[in-house]
């Protein structure tokens, strides 16, 4: 189905009103809906393009790879071909239904560094340093390690350190202490540096989404309407003003008028796409979409920031890993288990155990982390598991320098856009990752790994070199799924909102999603992600009480 978009002065007056237009009922999208709507005093309406389908291969966290081709959970870009990345077009997996990508996410819980968030600051976000931020971060969460000065009880989501173990993670972080790097019991606390098992936001072995979390408790309120398969294609301005937002449900074209704000949480790919398809961005990019420019904001689709990451893994010497656990009669007594309790390995997610270092004596804080499963596959874009005995580390840069673009490829709103992310563009990408690769070599090769490691088969010890390492990051790194950035908050002209999330040049209009991010944060974004909402939701409450 394809439709383009009317000029806006030939859209219809009438329209449904609500006081507050959120677009996107993702991971930022469910927590605003909810925050916004909670005082029953305001009328709240939530668009979503998806769905509201569920299914176990949401909510049992092993099988997190059955959502990878499936386009009701999954929009699946992909970016353009690019020489940085050897001219692969690299998978852009982003969350499709209520719940956004915390349906298809790995579950991982990090909130970032301090230093993170005083560097927004620094660059022009008042009022997001990490002092400013920490008290959401508190707000959101339910950890099951116990509240402390910087950790949260009572918050929606829940939050547990991963209650499965085993002797090969239990080894690896033992090999990583032999290596010289401490054990950190929880690196959402004082200190990020160190090794340790992952925390995730899962409840009794399940998948804790924002739907879960924020959206489900508040769909009884009767100031809330939530609509789904409802894919918002173009913001109109009057006056001055965003006024309303176009949508598409069931092919055909809607409006849905805003009194107090529009709100777009559609994430870092899509919000700059729908500003763009609405005529706000960068004059000679909407002209050489065929967009006709509406409103000059030079910053969108820019600043593109993601992980990226490559992957190193091992041939173990006993079949003892999940590559053989998640098959024929294992899998029958682990589907046994997690029916009965929750447990087992159906209860694992992507990450297992994994840890943060600092490649360089200088740095202040880590510029490295690492995700370690007892699991293998020869393809990270397919995820298959290998049928022989194996375990991978995850290598990613934290603070990558190399930034990239989103930006509208047709006025047709159905047409993806074209995501150029320029990974490994700053040659001190790829210094880094090199280290970051030898270090994880380093610690497989300590004394706690001998009785299961067989043999490194990828890269293989043949790569020793910088030029060899930068040469496999090139042919095989893929993100790690956390594009941020593309409508940056900040005071400075390229900025595209500014530190209480309105767009620049327009009155009546927030973005609240990762695509906010002035700078991507030391670890993986959800946190960040409920963070931006929780705050949004007190910025606009603040603006409209
Ligand atoms: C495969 C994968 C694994 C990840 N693993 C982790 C992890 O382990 N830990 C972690 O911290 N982070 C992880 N992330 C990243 C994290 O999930 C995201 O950064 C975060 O969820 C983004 O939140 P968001 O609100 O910005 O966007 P999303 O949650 O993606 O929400 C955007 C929503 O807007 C909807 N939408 C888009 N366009 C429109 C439109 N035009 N009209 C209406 N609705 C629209 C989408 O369907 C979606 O529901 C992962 C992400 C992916 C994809």
């Not at 950790?151 to 080894?171: K, M, N, Q, S, Y």
């Not at 959402?188 to 540096?193: A, L």
């Amino acid at each position: 189905m394809t439709a383009s978009l009317p000029h806006p002065s030939a859209w219809p007056d009438s329209a449904e009103a609500f006081d507050y237009v959120v677009v996107g009922g993702g991971t930022a999208g469910c927590a605003l809906a909810a925050r916004l709507s909670e005082d029953g005093r305001r009328s709240v309406i939530l668009l979503e393009a998806g769905g509201d389908r569920h299914s176990l291969a949401v909510s049992v966290p092993a099988a997190f790879g059955r959502t990878w081709h499936d386009r009701r959970f999954n929009w699946a870009f992909r970016t353009e071909p690019e020489e940085t990345t050897g001219n692969r077009a690299i998978a852009v997996p982003r969350g499709r239904s209520l719940g956004g990508s915390t349906l298809i996410n790995g579950m991982i819980w990090v909130r970032g560094q301090p230093q993170d968030f005083d560097g927004w600051a620094q660059a022009g976000a008042r009022g997001w340093s990490f002092a400013d931020v920490l008290p959401y971060f508190r707000r959101i969460e339910a950890y099951s390690g116990g509240e402390t000065e910087l950790r949260g009880r009572d918050g929606p989501v829940t939050v547990v350190d991963v209650p499965l173990r085993h002797e090969i993670p239990d080894a690896f972080l033992r090999a990583a202490e032999q290596a010289g790097y401490p054990r950190n019991p929880d690196y959402n606390g004082r200190e990020q540096e160190g090794f340790s098992y992952y925390q995730a936001n899962q409840r009794r072995g399940r998948r804790w989404s924002a739907f879960h979390a924020y959206l489900k408790p508040a769909l009884g309120r009767s100031n809330l309407c939530v609509r789904t398969d409802a894919q918002a294609v173009g913001i109109e301005i009057r006056d001055g003003r965003a006024a309303a937002v176009r949508y598409l449900a069931g092919g055909v074209e809607n409006r849905v008028a805003a009194r107090a704000e529009i709100v777009l949480a559609a994430g870092a790919i899509q919000t700059p796409h729908l500003l763009e398809l609405s005529g706000i961005g960068r004059p000679e990019v909407l002209q050489a979409a065929g967009i006709q420019p509406v409103l000059a904001a030079p910053g969108v689709g820019r600043n593109y920031q993601d992980h990226f990451a490559t992957r190193m893994n091992w041939r173990v010497t006993r079949p003892i890993t999940l590559n053989e656990m998640t098959r024929g009669r294992h899998l029958l007594r682990a589907l046994a288990q997690y029916a009965l309790s929750g447990s087992g390995v159906l209860a694992y997610g992507t990450g297992i155990a994994g840890g943060f270092v600092r490649t360089r004596p200088g740095l202040e804080t880590p510029d490295i982390q690492y995700f370690f499963v007892h699991a293998s596959y020869a393809n990270a874009a397919d995820r298959v598991l290998d049928r022989a005995p194996g375990m991978t580390i995850g290598v990613t840069q934290l603070r990558p320098g190399s930034r990239g673009t989103i930006h509208v490829a047709s006025p047709d709103p159905l047409v993806p856009p074209a995501i150029r992310p320029n990974f490994l563009s700053d040659p001190a990408d790829g210094e880094c990752l090199a280290e970051g690769m030898r270090i994880a070599r380093r610690i497989m090769a300590q004394p706690a790994m001998d009785p299961y490691r067989a043999h490194e088969m990828n890269p293989g010890e043949g790569v020793q070199s910088d030029a060899e390492w930068l040469d496999y990051s090139r042919r095989t790194g893929q993100t790690i799924y956390h594009p941020v950035g593309t409508c940056r908050m900040g005071e400075d002209p390229e900025a595209v909102v500014d530190s209480a999330l309105r767009l620049r040049e327009l009155r009546g209009l927030r973005i609240a999603d990762a695509s906010v991010m002035p700078r991507i944060v030391s670890a993986n974004t959800q946190a960040a992600v409920f963070m931006i909402a929780e705050k949004a939701a007190d910025l606009i409450r603040r603006d409209h009480a």
